[in-house]
């Protein structure tokens, strides 16, 4: 791959822009989209040291200051709070909402005056809470907030608080548009350089290259696995797969991942060639905090949808543009997928690749994934029978 070459180009075209100041600040000038994935990123790293954020509605003039709950301290909840006056208000998604017995599919607002830190974790997202008595359907600018939070891998819950626009007591906080969330992922995720391509044999597949592509959201470094040759005249043999660092990485027993990722491959493999597109997307998108602990509340009996709802979240977080670029860029258009997952076939065909036909990819069950095999099949359509894969273990 010309990844040297790339390089070089590259440093002659800065060396060029050194010569003309005019057009090195025309080069390091940001456009629309990417002012509003750069306000985004900024703005989520904020919210993950706690900070606030200001989102402005420019077409009507309002604007909302807003905190992350989830990576909120009680010293910092405290701040916020007296500096709007106790008007402050947590909004919660329509999952949580839901979950909470409250009729509000666009989220809710619930009014927090006279509740204290431990009341609003109640209310933001720990199991059994009190249905608040009072709460207001939630609006645009609430929810780019927790969808911001979201983006920062924190629970979508927010603590938020209308101010004036020219108010002076958040001055110092960045501020991101209204819309700019979706913007962000909508630019982000579609850009991507390749920068390294390189042989790396793997136990049972020698013929194996990471290749690692660079850009998207956070410029976050994601990574495809070709295995053996790519024949371009038929649909390609593609496994789409998600991080999952208990199952992948360590085994662990509650879940498939571990054996689809690796049997994935092991088919790449017997087709003679094909690709792995391994996505940074834990927790089907969630992260792995949330991760975690939606699997305390699953010990407890809840299946993982119901205890993704809790924590604010859908049933699959994930977007697929990432996987669609990162195909595009290894030049291949259509596709047979491995996968026994329908949505991810729609997703994928949504962001323009030609999925011409599926295989599925199994695992082992496993008392301890039995249930979320079945939950998988049952509330998320999985092409998969529980039944006849333990009969074929017997
Ligand atoms: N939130 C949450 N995520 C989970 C849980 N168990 C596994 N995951 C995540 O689920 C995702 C599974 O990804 P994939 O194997 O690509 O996809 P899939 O939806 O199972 O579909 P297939 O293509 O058929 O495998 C990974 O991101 C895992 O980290 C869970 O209980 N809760
Ligand atoms: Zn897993």
Request: glycine share 10%; proline share 4%.
């Amino acid at each position: 791959m010309p990844v040297i070459g790339d390089k070089l180009r590259v440093n002659r075209k800065v060396s060029r822009v050194n010569d003309m100041p005019n057009d090195l600040h025309r080069e390091l000038r940001l456009k629309d989209d990417s002012r509003a994935l750069v306000r985004c990123e900024r703005a989520a790293a904020e919210l993950r040291y706690g900070r606030p954020v200001r989102i402005l509605d420019k077409r009507n003039g309002g604007c909302l200051v807003a905190l992350a709950f989830d990576a909120t301290s009680p010293a910092q909840y405290e701040a916020f709070r007296l500096a709007v006056d106790d008007r402050h208000s947590l909004f919660l998604t329509a999952q949580r909402a839901d979950v909470m017995g409250l009729a509000a599919p666009n989220g809710a607002l619930v009014p927090l005056a006279g509740l204290d830190f431990a009341d609003a974790s109640h209310l933001g997202y720990l199991r059994g809470a009190e249905a608040p008595t009072v709460f207001e359907a939630g609006y645009p600018l609430a929810a780019e907030a927790a969808q911001l939070a979201r983006l920062a891998l924190l629970l979508p819950v927010a603590v938020v608080a209308e101010i004036d626009p020219d108010d002076k007591s958040f001055n110092d906080a960045l501020s991101i548009e209204l819309g700019d969330v979706a913007t962000a992922n909508r630019f982000g995720l579609g850009h991507f350089e390749i920068i390294a391509d390189t042989k790396v044999p793997l136990a049972g597949i020698e013929a194996s290259r990471f290749v690692v592509f660079r850009g998207g959201l956070n410029q976050r470094d994601q990574l495809a696995i070709v295995v053996g040759e790519l024949d371009m005249s038929r649909p390609v043999p593609i496994r789409v797969h998600s991080s999952c660092i208990t199952g992948d990485l360590f085994g662990s027993l509650k879940c498939d991942c571990g054996d689809q990722l690796r049997n994935g491959l092991k088919t790449l493999e017997k087709r003679g060639g094909g690709v792995m597109i391994y996505l940074d997307q834990e927790g089907r998108g969630t992260g792995i905090g949330a991760k975690m602990r939606a699997y305390h509340m699953q010990a407890d009996g809840f299946d993982t949808v119901d205890a993704d709802a809790v924590l604010g979240f859908g049933a699959d977080e994930r977007r697929y543009e990432t996987a669609a670029a990162m195909l595009s860029k290894l030049g291949i258009r259509r596709v047979e997928l491995l996968t026994n997952n329908p949505l991810k076939i729609a997703y994928l065909r949504a962001c323009g690749v030609e999925v011409a036909g599926r295989s599925p990819v199994l695992g082992t069950v496993t008392p301890q994934n039995e249930g979320y095999l079945r939950t998988k099949a049952k509330r998320a359509g999985h092409m998969m029978d529980v039944d006849r894969l333990m009969a074929g273990m017997k």
